[in-house]
C-alpha cells in the first residue's frame, strides 16, 4: 500500500512537502513517480526516481522549482514543491514500478491521491 500525505490550500508562491509512504513494499527496490490529475486534463508525470542510483528526472513544468527526494531508512519518498503557482493545483499521485518514467502506463502500484490548491 501506497500512502500520500496529506495535500492542502497553498498560496501562490508558497512551499508544500508531500511523502509517500509505503507498507508491503520496500521502496528502494522500486523506481517512484508523482503524478498530478486535474479534472479533464490527460494526468502528467511529474518527477520520478531511480531504485538504485537515486537518478531523478522532471517534467518542464516543475524543473527548479520540485525536487524528489528519498529515505530508505524510513521507506518514503518525498516530492518538495516550491514556487508553486495555481495552475500546480490538482490531485498528486504517488506510484512504483520497475524504472523511473513520466508514463503512468509503467507503474504497477498507486497511492490514493492528495488534493493540492494552489489559491490565494
Known amino acids: 500500500q501506497l500512502v500520500e500525505s496529506e495535500g492542502g490550500l497553498v498560496q501562490p508562491g508558497g512551499s508544500l512537502t508531500l511523502s509517500c509512504s509505503a507498507s508491503?513494499?520496500?521502496?528502494?527496490?522500486?523506481?517512484t513517480g508523482w503524478f498530478r490529475q486535474v479534472p479533464g486534463k490527460e494526468r502528467e508525470g511529474l518527477s520520478c526516481?531511480?531504485?538504485?542510483?537515486?537518478?531523478?528526472f522532471y517534467a518542464d513544468s516543475v524543473k527548479g522549482r520540485f525536487t524528489i527526494s528519498r529515505d530508505n531508512a524510513k521507506n518514503t519518498v518525498y516530492l518538495q514543491m516550491s514556487n508553486l503557482k495555481p495552475e500546480d493545483t490538482g490531485v498528486y499521485y504517488c506510484?512504483?514500478?520497475?524504472?523511473?518514467?513520466?508514463?503512468?502506463?509503467?507503474?504497477?502500484?498507486w497511492g490514493q491521491g492528495t488534493q493540492v490548491t494552489v489559491s490565494s
Open positions: 506510484a512504483i514500478g520497475p524504472w523511473p518514467s513520466m508514463r503512468g502506463s509503467e507503474y504497477r502500484y
Open positions: 526516481i531511480s531504485r538504485d542510483d537515486g537518478d531523478s
Open positions: 508491503g513494499f520496500i521502496l528502494e527496490y522500486y523506481a
